[in-house]
């Protein structure tokens, strides 16, 4: 069974950075894009970045544009979300996805999740 294992998360004060880690072995990036979905108490599924190497897509949601970068470690399957000037309305539960074929895919693989705390 393929993968992803999320890790990174943690409890950061206001203006802080966090960088998230996603471990996506034998996930192909000519079969997948990568995305980043978070979900905060009592509210739905909100998809925060998405990549795809096949097409070139880079997706941001406008609430977290210009503040996190999502990248891809190719030697290492590794998807990243870099997250910096973390406002408390990011605290949520960041979950990877692999979606089929391009950021418009259906998602086919979710990770556990990793929480992410923004609080002074």
């Known amino acids: 069974q393929l993968q992803l294992v999320e890790s990174g998360g943690g409890l950061v004060q206001p203006g802080g950075s966090l960088r998230l880690s996603c471990a996506a072995p034998g996930l192909g990036v000519e079969t997948f894009a990568f995305a980043w979905f978070r979900q905060a108490p009592g509210k739905e599924h909100e998809e925060v970045s998405c990549m795809s190497m096949r097409d070139g897509t880079i997706n941001y949601a406008d609430s977290v544009k210009g503040r996190f970068t999502i990248s891809r470690d190719n030697a290492n399957d590794t998807v990243y979300l870099q997250m910096d000037n973390l406002k408390p309305e990011d605290t949520a539960i960041y979950s990877c996805?692999?979606?089929?074929?391009?950021?418009?895919?259906?998602?086919?693989?979710w990770g556990q999740g990793t929480q992410v705390t923004v609080s002074s």
């Open positions: 996805t692999a979606k089929l074929f391009s950021c418009s895919g259906g998602v086919a693989r």
